[in-house]
């Protein structure tokens, strides 16, 4: 395991540390919702030797790191591994996250969870996972809400469960102050496919709540979002009006949908696009105006020199 302990708690931001700030200002602060571009990383996969996340400076260019998963049954993966470090350790790795300007947020629910379709209580799970992020002292939270048979179901149940399970984080975790993201796959926003309206139903709902989506641009057929035109303006028929574009065509912030991608062919059943390919579709993004970010699945299969790449044209570190 990776020595947390000889870390100085550091913060880049002089704002946080100002002498007239109370501790409970200066955490706030310290958390406060980031602007775009987000570059986001998870990270659920076993790393042989390592408990929870990894040295800063592997994962450099990144802004957000997302452990995944909290369950409605618990946390599992490396959302369990950072609830094994000691609340010193916690902090210590906070601390130079923070200096390198990295967020640590918990990703909830994922592909083995399905709350709607279990009879999860939206309000006592956004409670009890709201409580994770505190008890934890994590910056925010992330939506991963995979329960595909309640949304194909069409009768709007899954739309509201999600409406009601982020009204009540937003609660317990007050916007500006805690990140709050969702993860869609990118077809929950084709107009008129699910008969509850899937995500631009929540967006209509509660898109203000929700800070940004880090949108899943993959793992929904073999020749999909596999283009920068098929990613950013044409979608195919399978799953129309769903790329980033057109999604902001639809009413979503367009600052708001981050382009999501696996690291590697081997971290989804498709979608992937070399990282030197997705920098060029970042690059005609950015000149459209364009500035979300993008996100990849998973650590360690990606790491700084991954996001290096997909930086480089648009958003040069």
Same mark, same amino acid.
């Given at each position: 395991m990776f020595?947390?302990?000889?870390?100085?708690?550091?913060?880049?931001?002089?704002?946080?540390?100002?002498?007239?700030?109370? !501790?409970?200002?200066?955490?706030?602060?310290?958390?406060?919702?980031?602007?775009?571009?987000?570059?986001? !990383? =998870?990270?659920?996969k076993f790393v042989s030797g390592l408990t929870g996340p990894p040295d800063a400076s592997l994962v450099t260019g990144y802004n957000v790191f997302a452990l995944a998963f909290l369950l409605t049954e618990g946390p599992f993966d490396k959302a369990e591994e950072w609830t094994q470090l000691t609340a010193a350790q916690r902090s210590a790795v906070k601390a130079q996250y923070a200096a390198a300007g990295i967020k640590i947020v918990v990703?909830?629910?994922?592909?083995?969870?399905?709350?709607?379709?279990?009879?999860?209580?939206?309000?006592?799970?956004?409670?009890?996972?709201?409580a994770f992020v505190t008890e934890f002292s994590l910056?925010?939270?992330?939506?991963? =809400?995979?329960d595909f048979n309640a949304i194909n179901a069409g009768d709007g149940k899954a739309e509201a469960w999600l409406t009601t399970f982020t009204q009540q984080l937003r609660t317990q975790l007050p916007q500006g102050e805690f990140i709050l993201t969702h993860a869609p796959?990118?077809?929950?926003?084709?107009?008129?496919?699910?008969?509850?309206?899937? =995500?631009?139903?929540?967006?209509?709902?509660?898109?203000?709540?929700?800070?940004?989506?880090?949108v899943q641009f993959y793992n929904q057929g073999t020749t999909e979002y596999t283009t920068c035109s098929g990613l950013l303006t044409a979608s195919s028929s399978t799953w129309p009006q769903?790329?980033?574009?057109?999604?902001?065509?639809?009413?979503?912030?367009l600052n708001k949908i981050v382009i999501g991608k696996p690291a590697t062919t081997g971290d989804a059943s498709n979608?992937?696009?070399?990282p030197s390919t997705l920098a060029g579709c970042l690059a005609q993004a950015k000149a459209q105006g364009w500035s979300a970010g993008a996100m990849v699945w998973e650590y360690p299969d990606a790491?700084?020199?991954?996001?290096?790449?997909?930086?480089?044209?648009?958003f040069p570190e």
């Open positions: 020595n947390h302990g000889g870390l100085v708690p550091t913060n880049s931001s002089a704002a946080v540390n100002h002498p007239a700030l109370d !501790i409970t200002a200066r955490e706030i602060l310290a958390r406060a919702t980031p602007a775009p571009p987000h570059f986001v !990383i =998870y990270s659920d990703s909830v629910f994922g592909s083995t969870d399905a709350p709607t379709s279990s009879g999860a209580d939206p309000v006592a799970t956004a409670n009890t996972m709201a910056d925010g939270i992330d939506v991963d =809400y995979e796959v990118a077809p929950w926003f084709s107009p008129g496919k699910f008969g509850g309206g899937a =995500y631009l139903t929540v967006n209509q709902n509660v898109g203000s709540l929700i800070d940004w989506y880090n769903s790329a980033v574009f057109q999604i902001a065509a639809s009413g979503v912030s979608g992937f696009i070399d790491g700084a020199s991954w996001i290096q790449t997909v930086r480089s044209q648009a």
